[in-house]
């Protein structure tokens, strides 16, 4: 079994930043692709970024292009999501997801899934 727990959730004003953490526990992470999602109250949960074992690949939504950079620490078993310039329209609940078939596609395929951690972004 695998465990995801985000952190690093917060309020803050746009044009500010933040870092979210998941951290991972259970089984061998060795070879997994590890992703960030968002889900925003009313709307259906969506991509935002994706990276593989090596950490040499991502995969970015277009809207985040640019201003979010997702990375990992295989020693920490830690995958991370710097989101600068956040917006108001980024203000959602933000979840971890990890898999084990591989980064591609990017968007689909995830087998684990943290609680999930708010971020809230004020105009």
């Known amino acids: 079994q695998v465990q995801l727990v985000e952190s690093g959730g917060g309020s803050v004003q746009a044009g500010g930043s933040l870092r979210l953490s998941c951290a991972a526990s259970?089984?061998?992470?060795?070879?997994?692709?590890l992703a960030w999602f968002r889900q925003a109250p009313g709307k259906e949960r969506e991509f935002v970024a994706a990276i593989n074992w090596y950490g040499g690949t991502t995969y970015y939504t277009d809207s985040v292009k640019g201003r979010f950079t997702i990375s990992r620490d295989n020693a920490k078993v830690t995958v991370y999501l710097q989101m600068n310039s956040l917006k108001p329209e980024d203000t959602a609940v933000y979840y971890c997801?990890?898999?084990?078939?591989?980064?591609?596609?990017?968007?689909?395929?995830?087998?684990?899934w943290g609680q999930g951690t708010q971020v809230t972004v004020s105009s």
């Open positions: 259970g089984r061998s992470f060795s070879s997994t692709a």
């Open positions: 997801a990890a898999k084990y078939s591989g980064l591609v596609p990017p968007a689909a395929g995830y087998e684990y």
